[in-house]
């Protein structure tokens, strides 16, 4: 009987792909439909029909699994953040876990792959150091603060609570919201280029204690700074701001886009903690535009299994590919003979070099470029690689160099399970064994996942 688009099929969803999606089965087909949970029986109506597999929405939760429970927000439905908050946490973890284990045994042709129990957060709600919301005029002529609903790139709900970051988010929204409407400003529209309010990004300190609040505008000019200041610090009941800042994010078409930022309330930058086995602490000035792993606590775990795996030692020339502002490098640099980091990004490279200067870390140096042909052309050759690429992973010709220079031992930390596996499937077959796989969970009730994966030569 052929399929139709429109047509409503019944089934159990049995497990969770990567990307969130529930999956099931209808005639001998994969059906992936989304805010489903295993053990859910459901009815759907199917969207997207391919040779290989069906998507299908969600109609009725007919009988639904003993692993659902009820979301914690009240935005659950609308907000296209926290997907996987119906699903218990430890379920969230098995998932994540499983999803890395099927990636290496699937896509790395591995064998009983030697991955190890996955980190969870201790505390996986107000985990978040940084949000960004948005301004929207959506179909009124008021403006709104809040999050983008699941699909929409421009619109967004009016948000009355949130926890992922601190619990006096909802208030903080809810004020800039109001100070917006009582000064009649309006938020920009992208087609038009017109309209004052872009964003506001609140950054935390989890470790210090500080905040940063950055008020994003376009090109027209913002007339209320004091009376801004005065919203952000006088209030009592939000947490008071040790930084806030104005930036103009002038985009116009055929001109490079431009950010001018301006300080107008207290310290130049958030200052932050990361703590290496509780008995080292670094710190890392963060300006409003810059990088930094958006869990602190987790990236403290991540960073310590990177240190542990590696067993650097005061004999060990370290490279730190991908190396972005420099987190992982100097969490080894400590224990090592030299650090070398390396990234594409200029302004990245010039932010690691200020957090060595910072931190008093002497043996690390940095260059911006392509790690391609910075690595293959260098004298000093490392006993350690560490690399963390983006999700699209190191590809072949990256891969082909680190076996070329053939070190001791490599830590490959990952956020995609099935670029990685691909990686170390090349990386493995002739030159090294793949010995540990330390799964570890930084933004709990999403899919993503983060990988630290140790390799020894052979």
């Known amino acids: 009987m052929q399929l139709k688009k429109g047509e409503s099929i019944q089934i159990e969803i049995t497990k969770i792909a990567f990307g969130g999606a529930g999956m099931g089965h209808h005639e001998e087909k994969v059906v992936f439909v989304e805010n489903t949970v295993p053990g859910d029986k459901i009815s759907a109506t199917l969207t997207k029909i391919k040779p290989n597999f069906l998507e299908a929405k969600l109609e009725e939760i007919i009988k639904p699994s003993s692993k ?10 609308e907000c296209g953040g926290c997907s996987l908050q119906y699903l218990d946490y430890k379920e969230q973890l098995n998932f994540k876990e499983s999803q890395v284990t099927e990636a290496l045994e699937h896509i790395g042709g591995f064998k009983n792959p030697p991955v190890e129990k996955i980190i969870g957060c201790e505390n996986p709600w107000f985990y978040r150091n940084k949000m960004e919301f948005s301004f929207s005029m959506n179909q009124t002529d008021q403006i709104f603060l809040g999050l983008h609903p699941k699909g929409y790139r421009y619109d967004v709900f009016e948000l009355k609570e949130c926890y ?16 917006a409407r009582e000064k009649n400003l309006k938020a920009y529209d992208y087609k038009t280029n017109t309209g ?6 609140v950054r935390e300190g989890k470790r210090t204690g500080e905040r940063l609040i950055n008020l994003v505008t376009s090109h027209e000019e913002f007339q209320y ?4 200041i005065e919203l952000l610090t006088e209030n009592d009941d939000i947490k008071k701001p040790t930084s806030i800042y104005i930036t103009k994010h002038i985009a116009k078409k055929g001109d490079k886009t431009a950010f001018k930022a301006k300080n107008i309330f207290g310290k130049p930058a958030l200052t932050e903690e990361l703590h290496i ?17 958006p869990n602190t606590l987790q990236a403290e775990l991540l960073y310590n299994q990177v240190l542990a795996l590696g067993k650097v030692t005061k004999r060990d020339t370290v490279y730190d590919l991908f ?6 490098g100097l969490f080894c640099a400590h224990k090592a003979k030299s650090v070398f980091g390396v990234d594409i ?3 990245a490279i010039e932010n690691a070099e200020q957090n060595a200067k910072l931190n008093e870390v002497t043996n690390a140096s940095y260059q911006a470029g392509d790690a391609f042909e910075i690595i293959k052309n260098r004298e000093d050759k490392p006993n350690i690689i560490i690399v963390d690429p983006p999700r699209n992973g190191l590809g072949d010709i990256l891969c082909k160099h680190l076996l070329e220079i053939g070190a001791k031992k490599i830590v490959y930390v990952s956020c995609n399970p099935a670029t990685l596996s691909r990686d170390l499937k090349i990386l493995c077959e002739n030159k090294y064994k793949l010995t540990v796989v330390q799964p570890v969970d930084m933004v709990p009730h999403t899919y993503h996942i983060e990988t630290v994966c140790k390799l020894d030569r052979l």
């Open 225 to 228: 700074e004091k009376a801004f």
């Open 345 to 347: 990004n200029k302004n």
């Open 164 to 179: 992922l970051e601190s619990n006096d988010i909802g208030i903080l929204v809810g004020l800039v919201q109001k100070f």
């Open 277 to 293: 086995n509780t008995k080292k602490k670094l710190s890392f000035d963060i300006l409003p535009d810059a990088f930094f792993q």
């Open 68 to 77: 659902r429970i009820a979301p914690k927000c009240a935005h659950f439905n």
């Open 196 to 201: 004052l309010l872009r964003t506001l990004t």
């Open 323 to 328: 190396c972005g502002t420099g987190t992982i």
